[in-house]
């Protein structure tokens, strides 16, 4: 099970539901890219997705009105 220390993603300025939707999105966009090119991915398209959020790769940019919920 994949649990990874989140503080550094969420650091006060993204809320963890953004998280979770920013999340499902890219994991569906490694899943089609991977079908399209006829990969097979090894990993879950969600550990990839999480792990490309906690490296940096990616930010999620949200609504300053939905950040506190």
Avoid: C, H, W
């Amino acid at each position: 099970m994949l649990n990874p220390d989140l503080r550094n993603v969420l650091k006060g300025k993204t809320s963890r539901y953004s998280l979770v939707l920013a999340t499902a999105k890219r994991a569906r966009v490694i899943a089609d890219e991977a079908e399209q090119k006829g990969e097979i991915i090894v990993e879950k398209p969600v550990t990839l997705a999480v792990n490309e959020f906690i490296d940096g790769k990616y930010l999620i940019e949200e609504p300053e009105d939905i950040r506190d919920l």
